[in-house]
């Protein structure tokens, strides 16, 4: 893998999935750089109202027949493909709207950046879920992928894609997340577990946790996610590389810590594991500190305090 600074004079980024929870901090940051940035979502998971005011957005399914067509047309420098159906559980419910909107809709992205002639593909996609029940831990990218959901398989076929259509014509990178959370990230639906548990302990409301408690994960902050995929667009790569903290939590610790800040009194009880659900993932980090210089900084406990703080302020 090869890295250095771009020198490009074109400053516009589209950001896909530029009104969700992951793109809409994305786009905070490069408006604040001082970026042009155009936002592509069909709102149907995203929000409006994540945006700053006066934030261009184009509306529209990435799934669409035009849509390749409608991204080339803008001819940016950069995509961020943060758009994604990000659910295990509907995955598996609907595999076929899974594929739909994370390998048509990539697709999409991809052939719009490069009929467009872009100078970089940043692809966000996922950790936990391409490898499995990983033979060792942490997981290193050269690792084997093994995904155990349709949505860990549609994931993975997209990064494939990238390396087959893109090729050495487009540098991209490929950026394999760990769990992330963080102020903006909603408490149905495609929620995370730390969404979901901050929301339902503000509320005084009963918990289950899925499974005996133990599993555990790689939680990164969502602003720490926003500054990885920054610092990618700023290099020439192609590659994947994991972003995570490098460090399990397991979801009955996770709990405990929660419950701590937010005075939570209640005991959880536990359900059946979700199908699909590794038992525990951890992400190597090394290649994200040696190439992209980057690293986590948020302590999971000041990364919970933001986003429960975050949650009370938008049930005012």
């Known amino acids: 893998m090869t890295s250095h600074p771009i020198t490009s004079n074109d400053n516009l980024v589209v ?8 793109g809409s901090h994305v786009v905070d940051r490069l408006l604040g750089e ?9 709102l149907s998971t995203g929000a409006a109202t994540n945006l700053q005011p006066g934030t261009d957005l184009e509306q529209f399914d990435l799934a669409g027949p035009e849509a390749a067509s409608r991204i080339a047309r803008l001819r940016p420098a950069a995509v961020v493909h943060c758009a994604a159906q990000a659910s295990v559980t509907e995955s598996f419910r609907d595999p076929a709207r899974d594929a739909a909107v994370n390998i048509l809709g990539g697709l999409n992205a991809l052939r719009g950046a490069l009929e467009g002639r872009g100078k970089r593909f940043v692809y966000v996609t996922t950790g936990g879920a391409l490898y499995g029940h990983a033979a060792s831990l942490p997981s290193a990218e050269d690792d084997p992928i093994a995904p155990l959901s349709p949505y860990g398989l549609s994931k993975w076929i997209m990064e494939r894609y990238l390396a087959v259509l893109a090729g050495d014509r487009l540098p991209w990178v490929a950026l394999r997340l760990g769990n992330v959370y963080g102020p903006r990230q909603r408490s149905d639906g495609e929620a995370g577990v730390v969404a979901i548990f901050g929301d339902r302990m503000r509320r005084g409301a009963p918990i289950t946790i899925d499974g005996d ?10 602003t720490d996610v926003r500054d990885a995929i920054v610092t990618a667009l700023d290099h020439e790569a192609i590659d994947s590389v994991n972003i995570g903290t490098g460090r399990p939590t397991s979801v009955n610790e996770l709990f405990g810590q929660l419950a701590a800040i937010t005075g939570y009194r209640l005991e959880p009880t536990h359900g059946a594991a979700r199908p699909g659900d590794v038992r525990h993932s951890v992400l190597d980090v090394r290649r994200a500190e040696s190439v992209l210089g980057w690293a986590a900084r948020t302590d999971l406990a000041d990364g919970l305090r933001q986003t429960y703080a975050a949650l009370g302020a938008m049930a005012e």
Do not use: L, N, P, S
Not at 34 to 42: E, L
């Open 15 to 22: 950001v896909t999935g530029g009104a969700g929870f992951i």
């Open 213 to 222: 408690g133990e599993q555990t994960r790689d939680f990164v902050f969502v």
């Open 34 to 42: 001082g970026r042009r940035v155009i936002v592509v979502d069909d």
